[in-house]
Every structure is written in structure tokens, then in C-alpha cells.
């Protein structure tokens, strides 16, 4: 059970009629879009989007959902973004000076705010919850961020690579990648490889059990239980978020701006990480499946040659990327069982002042705007009673429309989109893995 309803039943009652207001420029070359409806309730909602691919510059999100967006409005929230002068890849640095800046330009020229929330998702999770560390923000909502530190994901993600290449496909670039579209391709080909073979399966399995892939990508079926088809979600995931990061351009981004490689795995047992593993039991199952030798393979990753760090790259982005794990003011989390870049991460990232919100579904931000919607509810009430509330989560997220429960699993073809049921559910994450 998740406690009874005790938040304010007012949740869906709108307040606005008519257009907002719509200011659009730049600040010092960083472009922003500010929407304030005409009935504004004096809380501003700052939203920091996730990571952009180098190319790729969408228009200025404001929130997560389109849906959140009309309805926060019509609530009568000011809602505000900026693109960030560098908006592509690791872009934490950029945005802990552009969104300050941001704020900074409403209080003088729409007027000062009675309430700031940082808000945003993936990427733009993490970075809300570093702006509500440096920053006087009334309260922190991060939606689907690895909030356990970005040098950690970067370690798991060097550990999927690692094993792939010494197991799968030797010829892999890890760090320090000479030729990122290459590599990216010579990836993906070694992942759609080791699926065709029982052996190849086990190898994957193992790959992604340490780096903390769940093998559960299908947002709208259950958690896969038959060996070949757990594998072949986790792969999902292996051609897509980890295609870049652990092998490509987002790898590659982030040693540029650090500087060097941030990511290590001197000293690193695999034996250890495989046993604190959540998915220990498909991979033993893999290998039975596949008659092959576990022992052996850990044996060749205890004997393969590490991947040392450069010290100064470590320090860069634990600077701008590593939560310090005490917010100045209350932090709530939300994130999605199978989203494979968040989920271990929130065992390491845990307090007092933090609430964190789980939805049984897989997929990376794959939470409604109902549910997103609640969470914000969450935090007010913190944010206004000084104290956690206890609320029947589903039920209030049962109140909004089909509308507002809207999800579409993109890694299918063609996507597949589907109106979910709330799905809340009381989770208590494991110990992270990996230091």
C-alpha cells in the first residue's frame, strides 16, 4: 500500500482561461522560451531537457509531456527553459550557468516568483537536482535521471563495453574512440551477433548484468521471463541509450569536455559485481541455456588488461555531474523500473529530503504526465506543509483523462502507442554496484 489520500484533492481544477503570455530571446547567447498564463499562481517551473546529439536541436521544451505542458499551464504555472548556449551532449556546465541566468531575467521582467521548482528529465533530471544544490530553489523534481553520479554511469557503461569487447568482439574502441560512428556501428553488429547463438546470449547477459542494463524494454508487456527474450530487451537497450554513450558520440563528448577519460575499471572484480547483480539469476540461467562455462569467462575478464582513468577528467565531471547528496531543499524522484540508465542509481541517492517515486514499467522516462503531474503534487505539499504527505499516488493519477495517460514505446516498429493504467508502485532500490 502507499499510504492514504492525504494530498489536496484541488489537483485537477483548472484555473486559466486564454492564451499565456510567451516571451522568447537569448541571455549571453542562450536561447530561452518563457510562457506565464495570465491568472499566474507565482510558481515558476524551470525545466532542463535531457541530452541532444550533436545535430539535433529541437524546439525549447518546456516540459517532459506535451499534455503536463498544457495542463500545468492551465493551472495557472509560469513555466520557463533555455536551450543552454551548448545544448548537445554532456551539457551539465552549460546549464548550471544558463538556467540561474534564466531566473535571474523573470524575477525582473515578469516579477520576482513566491515559488521556484527546478523540474526536469534524464540529463535534465540530474542537472535540476545539481541547480537545487548551488541554487535557492524551492523544491527539485528529477524525472528519470541517474542521480547516482554521472563518473558512476560512466564506470557501468565502460563495464558493458569492456565486457563486449573482450568476450564478443575484440576490436571494440572503449575509451578514447578513434572513429565514433565506427565503432558505433561495430557494436551494434557484435550485439546483433551474440543474439543469434545460445553462447552469444549468455556473453550479453553477463555484459549487461554488471553494467546495470535491465532486460526489460517493452513499455507496454510485463517483465520477461524466458532466457532469449530477456536478453534480446536488454539488447534493446545495448542499440540504443548505450549505443552512443558506452561506445560513440556520448562517450566521446564527454572525455572532450573533461578533458581525458573519466571511467575505470582498475582494480574492478567482475566476480563481485556479477554477485551483487539483480540480473545474477538470468545469467546463470543463460549459460545453463548455453552449456557454457561461466568460471571461464570471468576468468578472461579477470585476466583482460584495465582501463586506467585520467585523474583531472574524473574530477571534471564529478564536478558537474555528481550529486553531493544533500539537497537544500526537498528533491522528489521519479523513475520507471526498467529505465536503464536511473533505477540502481537511486539506492545511492537517498535522504531525508528526498522522496522517490516509482512506476512498474520499463522503458527510459517512461512515466505519463498523469503520474509526472502527481510527483510536482508531491513536492508542493512538502514544499508547503514542511513534511512528507502520505497519498494513494494511483489514485490521484487515476483522476486525470485517457488523455493524460498516454505513453508510446518508441523502440518498437512502428512505435506502439497505448493509454496505461497508473502505475505506482513501493519500490526499495538495491545497493549501487559500482563505485
Known amino acids: 500500500m502507499l499510504g492514504k489520500l492525504l494530498l489536496a484533492v484541488s489537483l485537477l481544477m483548472p484555473v486559466e482561461t486564454g492564451s499565456p503570455t510567451v516571451h522568447t530571446g537569448q541571455i549571453e547567447g542562450a536561447e530561452y522560451r518563457v510562457e506565464v ?23 525549447i521544451e518546456m516540459a517532459s509531456r506535451p499534455a503536463a505542458r498544457a495542463e500545468l499551464l492551465e493551472r495557472g504555472y509560469a513555466l520557463a527553459a533555455s536551450r543552454y548556449r551548448v545544448p548537445h551532449g554532456h551539457s551539465v556546465p552549460d546549464a548550471l550557468r544558463d538556467q540561474p541566468a534564466l531566473v535571474s531575467w523573470f524575477s525582473g521582467a515578469v516579477g520576482p516568483p513566491r515559488r521556484v521548482i527546478a523540474w526536469g528529465s534524464s540529463l535534465g533530471g540530474l542537472t535540476s537536482v545539481l541547480l537545487g544544490e548551488r541554487g535557492r530553489f524551492d523544491g527539485v523534481l ?64 553477463l555484459a549487461n548484468a ?28 545495448d542499440r540504443t541509450l548505450a549505443r552512443s554513450l558506452a561506445w560513440g558520440s556520448g562517450r566521446a563528448d564527454i572525455e572532450a569536455r573533461a578533458g581525458g577519460n573519466p571511467s575505470w575499471n582498475t582494480g574492478v572484480d567482475y566476480r563481485q559485481l556479477l554477485e551483487r547483480s539483480s540480473q545474477r539469476e538470468l545469467v546463470l540461467a543463460a549459460y ?52 536503464p540508465t536511473a533505477v540502481e542509481h537511486s539506492g545511492a541517492y537517498r535522504g531525508r529530503d528526498v522522496r522517490q517515486l516509482f512506476v512498474n514499467r520499463a522503458g527510459h522516462c517512461m512515466h505519463t504526465a498523469a503520474e509526472e503531474l502527481v510527483a510536482l503534487r508531491v513536492l508542493e505539499d512538502r514544499i508547503s506543509t514542511g513534511r512528507w504527505q502520505h497519498a494513494d499516488v494511483n489514485a490521484l493519477a487515476g483522476q486525470y483523462g485517457p488523455e493524460m495517460r498516454v505513453l508510446q514505446d518508441w523502440t518498437t516498429t512502428p512505435p506502439r502507442e497505448e493509454t496505461v493504467a497508473p502505475g505506482f ?7 549501487f554496484p559500482r563505485p
Open 37 to 59: 498564463p495570465s491568472r499566474w499562481n507565482g510558481t515558476l517551473l524551470l525545466y532542463s531537457h535531457g541530452t541532444y546529439p550533436a545535430g539535433y536541436t529541437p524546439p
Open 142 to 205: 528529477a524525472m528519470c535521471g541517474a542521480l547516482g553520479g554521472a563518473v558512476e554511469r560512466s564506470n557501468q557503461l565502460l563495464d558493458l563495453g569492456f565486457v563486449v569487447r573482450t568476450l564478443l568482439e575484440p576490436s571494440l574502441e572503449v575509451v578514447r574512440i578513434s572513429d565514433v560512428a565506427v565503432n558505433e556501428t561495430r557494436a551494434v553488429a557484435a550485439v546483433d551477433s551474440a543474439l543469434g547463438s545460445a553462447t552469444g546470449r549468455a556473453r550479453l547477459a
Open 425 to 431: 508502485v513501493t519500490h526499495h532500490p538495491g545497493r
Open 288 to 339: 545453463r541455456e548455453a552449456g557454457v562455462a561461466l568460471q571461464d569467462d570471468l576468468a578472461s575478464l579477470a585476466a583482460a588488461p584495465r582501463v586506467p582513468a585520467d585523474a583531472s577528467a574524473v574530477h571534471w565531471l564529478r564536478s558537474f555531474g555528481d550529486p553531493a547528496s544533500r539537497p537544500r531543499s526537498p528533491v522528489v524522484t521519479l523513475h520507471a523500473l526498467g529505465d
Open 210 to 237: 554488471v553494467a546495470g542494463i535491465p532486460a526489460w524494454s517493452r513499455v507496454h508487456e510485463p517483465r520477461p521471463v524466458e532466457v532469449v527474450e530477456a536478453v534480446t530487451q536488454a539488447a534493446v537497450h
